[in-house]
C-alpha cells in the first residue's frame, strides 16, 4: 500500500490527477477505512473539477475519522467555493478547534471571514497564522489583499512587498506571485492615472 500511496503522489506533482485518483480509489478499495486515502482523493475529485465527489469523500472521511482536520478543512473550501459561506466557516472552526496549528485551515478562514466583508476578524486569523511561522508569503499576501479591501492602503503596500520578499522568484509560487503583483498594479492605479 506503501508504494501505491508514493505512486499517487508522484502522480499528483505531475499534474496527473485521473491516474492519482485511481491509485487512491485502489487504496481505498485495499482499506476502506483510510480516512486519509478518502480525503486525498476527495482533494484531487476538487482539484480537477469534480466538487460532488469531493464532497461525498470529505464526508466519507469525516465518517471514519471525524478528528481529521484536514478533512473538515478541505470540505469547508469545497462549502465556500459553492457560496455556503456559513457552512465553510463552521468547519474551519471545527478544524481548528481540532489542530490550532493548521495555518492553512486560518488562512482559509481569513479569506471567508473577508469575502464576508468582516476584515477584523480576517486580519485576526492572518496574524495568528503569521505566529505559527510558516507561510508567511501567504499570509503576507492574504493579509495584503485584507488591508486593501479595507481601503488600509499603506499597509497593504506593505504586506504585498514583504510577501514578494518572502516568495521565490520562480518555481510553484509564480501565480501567488502574479497575485500580488496584480493586486499592487490595482492598488496603484488610481495614482498612476
Not at 50 to 65: G, M, P, T, V
Not at 101 to 114: E, H, M, P, V, Y
Not at 167 to 174: I, N
Request: glycine share 6%; net charge neutral; proline share 3%.
Amino acid at each position: 500500500m506503501k508504494s501505491l500511496r508514493t505512486l499517487a503522489n508522484s502522480k499528483v506533482k505531475q499534474g496527473d490527477y485521473n491516474s492519482a485518483i485511481a491509485l487512491l480509489t485502489q487504496l481505498i478499495n485495499l482499506n476502506p477505512t483510510s480516512a486519509s486515502d478518502y480525503n486525498n482523493r476527495g482533494l484531487l475529485y476538487f482539484q480537477s473539477g469534480q466538487a460532488y465527489k469531493a464532497l461525498f469523500d470529505y464526508n466519507q472521511a469525516l465518517r471514519i475519522d471525524p478528528r481529521l482536520d484536514s478533512a473538515y478543512n478541505n470540505r469547508a473550501n469545497y462549502y465556500a467555493s459553492v457560496g455556503q459561506l456559513a457552512e465553510a466557516l463552521t468547519d474551519y472552526e471545527q478544524a481548528i478547534d481540532l489542530n490550532p496549528g493548521n495555518i492553512r485551515t486560518w488562512i482559509n478562514q481569513a479569506i471567508t471571514f473577508r469575502e464576508l466583508g468582516l476584515y477584523d476578524l480576517a486580519l485576526e486569523n492572518l496574524d495568528m497564522a503569521l505566529m505559527l511561522g510558516c507561510l508567511e508569503d501567504h499570509v503576507y499576501a492574504q493579509r495584503g489583499r485584507t488591508y486593501h479591501l479595507r481601503g488600509d492602503w499603506n499597509c497593504a503596500i506593505s504586506d504585498y512587498q514583504k510577501a514578494l520578499k518572502c516568495l521565490p522568484l520562480s518555481g510553484s509560487s509564480d501565480s501567488l506571485r502574479k497575485k500580488v503583483e496584480n493586486w499592487i498594479n490595482d492598488l496603484l492605479k488610481p495614482l498612476k492615472a
